[in-house]
């Protein structure tokens, strides 16, 4: 084929000059090839100096985590170890009425100890992916006022009021134990950070396809830095506060897992010395899938 | 159990109530005079104010914490002299050479039983 009919290239005959820049392109390609592999390698260096920072954290975060659990086990072990060795060495010489006491000590850091140990393998499961939720299509309004009526049980010196819509809710799509879980959790809350005789109002609003539910206190409220954190994983404001009531920092991080697995939301409002109010929604479930559930039931 | 009453007074600084009431009780019941603060300037006030022969010191307070009360304590002149002995949670070997170092003159570690705080106590205030 002649050398101008090529259809497709020319072939020329290369002058000198030509062969210069040929050999300058070339070098300049090898160059570029070369920039090219250097930014890998600096990617990757970056990717692996970006896996041991996470890696220091999340080492950090676990011993934190570790003092912290083996801390909060230990305070209501100190209870009944103290309150218990207490009846035993002094049993002649204390009242009946002191000695009732120290059992009703020993009695609620049971109660908190196993709460901390339900929290705790709670989260595990959780992380594991191997939290199962039993999810059902229910009428809550009786179940609302049963667990508002238990948990006043709970804390007399407080007035919870249950703020229900006129007329029926709409049936929530939800895993009942989880559902109570988060509002004991979140009304205990509300009720820790709060001085005592104040109001908590539980409020409960249909939304177009949920159910809007909000706990309002009266209590010291939140610092705005501490706001966005607060559902963070074992994220406390109190520790470095004076008259720390107490805890992991598990609760709210909790109740956030429990509520989004449930295919809710959960967010709050507080200004400080004023008081919070903590919302969450649930879905609403049709009336087929109620009847459906009714059925089965 | 000693029931005498010894007239050493005894301060215990610690913020959980519970524990509180419990190791003061038990100074009670083994005839000291007891003196307690749920914080470390209350503790530290008291200790300034009153002539303790002890101090009993949680190490995790809120605020300023226990460590702060330890430090304060050894290098005040005239708050030198008061033995500290110092509980905590914490198990650490780290934390119990640290407080040994700053001068505390026992470690001990929650939870705590009544025979640990009398034998703790009466081995360093004498009869």
Redo the contacts between chains.
């Keep these: 084929m002649a050398k101008d009919s090529h259809p497709f290239y020319e072939v020329y005959e290369m002058k000198d000059e030509d062969k210069g820049k040929a050999e300058l392109i070339g070098e300049l390609v090898q160059m570029r090839k070369r920039i090219v592999e250097l930014e890998k390698i600096e990617a990757e260096s970056k990717h692996l100096e970006r896996k041991t920072t996470e890696y220091e954290e999340l080492s950090k975060l676990k011993s934190g985590l570790l ?1 912290t659990v ?2 909060e086990l ?2 209501p ?7 218990s ?2 009846l ?3 049993d002649k ?1 204390l009242r009946r009425t002191e000695k009732r006491q120290y059992l009703d ?1 020993i009695d609620a ?1 049971t109660d908190r100890l196993s709460e901390l140990i339900d929290h705790l393998l709670d989260m595990s499961r959780m992380d594991a992916g191997l939290l199962q939720l039993d999810m059902v299509v229910t009428r809550v309004d009786r179940l609302l006022q049963d667990m508002v009526a238990e948990a006043q049980l709970r804390v007399p010196e407080y007035r919870l009021r249950l703020d229900l819509e006129r007329g029926e809710l709409p049936p929530l799509k939800v895993d009942i134990r989880r559902f109570h879980q988060v509002l004991d959790n979140l009304l205990d809350n509300a009720t820790k950070y709060s001085e005592k005789g104040t109001d908590v109002v539980i409020r409960v609003e249909t939304r177009a396809c949920e159910v809007e539910i909000s706990i309002t206190d009266q209590g010291r409220g939140i610092p705005s830095a501490d706001i966005g954190r607060v559902f963070d994983r074992m994220y406390r404001i ?7 009531p ?1 805890g992991m920092g598990l609760g709210l991080a909790l109740c956030k897992a429990l509520v989004e697995a449930q295919g809710g939301r959960i967010w709050l409002e507080s200004k400080e010395g004023i008081g919070t109010t903590v919302r969450f929604t649930l879905p609403v479930g049709t009336g087929e899938e109620l009847l459906h559930a009714e059925e089965a039931s | 159990m000693l029931k005498k009453h010894r007239k050493d007074t005894i301060l215990v600084i610690e913020d959980e109530a519970d524990v509180l009431r419990f190791v003061c009780r038990v100074l009670a019941l083994e005839g000291f005079d007891v003196l307690e603060a749920g914080n470390s300037e209350e503790g530290l006030e008291l200790v300034r104010r009153h002539k303790c022969a002890l101090v009993l010191l949680d190490l995790r307070l809120p605020g300023k914490d226990g460590w702060l009360v330890l430090e304060r304590m050894k290098s005040e002149t005239s708050l030198q002299g008061i033995p500290v002995i110092v509980f905590t949670a914490s198990a650490g070997t780290q934390q119990r050479a640290r407080a040994l170092s700053m001068g505390a003159v026992d470690y001990l570690v929650k939870p705590l039983s009544a025979a640990d705080i009398r034998d703790s106590v009466t081995s360093v205030v004498k009869l």
């Design positions: 003092s083996s801390h230990r305070t072990l100190a209870s009944i170890k103290g309150y060795t207490m035993l060495d002094y010489r000590a850091a109190e520790q470095r506060l004076a008259q720390d107490g």
